[in-house]
C-alpha cells in the first residue's frame, strides 16, 4: 500500500523552529514530486513548499525565506524545515504526491478526512 505519514507537528513560540517529516512507505520518495500544504481554521487550504523531481523548491510568498524543503534519500523521507515560525503558520500540514490533489482548494479536506495530517501551534 503505497502511504505517506506526516510527523513532527508541536507547540513553538513566535520565532522557534520546526522539522516537519513527510515518510512514504510503498514507494520510493527519490524521483517523486511532494508538496506541503496547509491548512488553519477558517482559512483556506494552501500550498506551501513543492519539491519537484528534479530537486527544484517552491514556495509560497508567505513563507518564502522562512521555510525549505528538502528531500532524503536514504530515509525515503521529505523534510519541511520551519524556521522563525509566526502565529500566522499556526496550521494542520500535510504532504502529498504532486498528482494526487490537482485542486488545491479541496486538498487539505481530502487528506484531514483519511485521518493524516500534523498539528503546528505557534503561539507565546
Known amino acids: 500500500e503505497v502511504q505517506l505519514e506526516e510527523s513532527g507537528g508541536g507547540s513553538v513560540q513566535p520565532g522557534g523552529s520546526l522539522r516537519l517529516s513527510c515518510t512514504a512507505s510503498?514507494?520510493?520518495?527519490?524521483?517523486?514530486?511532494i508538496e506541503w500544504y496547509r491548512q488553519a481554521p477558517g482559512n483556506e487550504c494552501e500550498l506551501v513548499s513543492v519539491?519537484?523531481?528534479?530537486?527544484?523548491?517552491i514556495n509560497a510568498r508567505s513563507v518564502q525565506g522562512r521555510f525549505t524543503v528538502a528531500r532524503d534519500i536514504a530515509k525515503n523521507a521529505v523534510y519541511l524545515h520551519m524556521n522563525n515560525l509566526k502565529p500566522e503558520d499556526t496550521a494542520k500540514y500535510y504532504c502529498?504526491?504532486?498528482?494526487?490533489?490537482?485542486?488545491?482548494?479541496?486538498?487539505?479536506?481530502?487528506?484531514?478526512?483519511r485521518g493524516k495530517g500534523t498539528l503546528v501551534t505557534v503561539s507565546s
Open positions: 502529498a504526491p504532486e498528482e494526487d490533489y490537482p485542486v488545491i482548494s479541496t486538498a487539505c479536506a481530502g487528506m484531514d478526512s
Open positions: 510503498g514507494f520510493t520518495l527519490d524521483n517523486s514530486a
Open positions: 519539491i519537484k523531481r528534479d530537486g527544484r523548491t
